[in-house]
């Protein structure tokens, strides 16, 4: 199937532990993201790479560090989890490089718990 | 004020009926539109993009207001599985150094029940 895909689809773990999530997209697309989803369902932009560059790095906690091994792939890593990371993070890509009506296609999301 | 301002609903409306939902945007120098649509414990997925001259999709239509920085969708014929939430989406600058930075509303939900 060509998509974007994510793992894990749940994650539950203690606070001060480190965890990734990974995202994965076939569709030949440049430029990758990921986004956080919190307890109210606001939607915001972390990050952004296009041809494994970064090229957006909102305000986030330097816990946080995607890295892009290749422009198919943007894995996210989080270390020294808290409780207000629980969240949905969802992984989107789009084909150019997210300006206009580029189009982003959204993965199914990595639902964070963090106890 | 919110980047992007939706009201939140809910709205409950029998199958048929017409909706219609509103945005806001506070960044005046905004060139792209958006509507998304999530289901529930889904990822948003796009529903249609939004023009100044007013768009339509099937049941679906969205306009832009420049002027008023206010976006719009109309649903028509309401089926069940609309039941959803609508993500009003702007991307802020429609230039090179766009890079993609979409800015999400809250979401309104629709439930739409026989």
């Known amino acids: 199937d060509t998509a974007v895909s994510q793992t894990p689809k749940y994650l539950v773990t203690q606070m001060g532990n480190d965890k990734s999530i990974k995202c994965e997209q076939n569709l030949g697309h440049d430029t990758m993201y990921w986004y956080k989803q919190d307890s109210k369902k606001f939607l915001k932009i972390m990050f952004s790479y296009n041809n494994k560059e970064l090229i957006i790095n909102e305000t986030v906690p330097n816990r946080f560090s995607p890295k892009s091994p290749d422009k198919a792939h943007l894995n996210l890593h989080i270390n020294s989890l808290e409780l207000g990371d629980s969240a949905v993070y969802f992984c989107?890509?789009?084909?150019?490089?997210?300006?206009?009506?580029?189009?982003?296609?959204f993965g199914p999301g990595t639902r964070l718990t963090v106890l | 004020r919110k980047e992007v301002e939706q009201d939140p609903g809910p709205f409950n409306v029998p199958e048929g009926a017409t909706v219609a939902f509103n945005c806001t945007y506070s960044n005046s120098a905004s060139q792209s539109f958006f509507w998304y649509r999530q289901d529930c414990r889904k990822e948003p997925k796009l529903l249609m993009s939004?023009?100044?001259s007013g768009n339509e999709d099937g049941r679906f239509t969205a306009q832009l207001n420049r002027a008023s920085q206010y976006i719009s969708l109309l649903i028509r014929d309401s089926k069940l599985s609309d039941s959803a939430t609508y993500l009003c989406v702007v991307n802020p600058d429609a230039g090179g150094t766009s890079y993609g930075k979409l800015t999400f509303g809250q979401g309104t939900i629709l439930t739409v029940h026989p």
């Open positions: 939004v023009y100044s």
């Open positions: 989107a890509s789009s084909p150019g490089q997210g300006a206009g009506e580029d189009t982003q296609y």
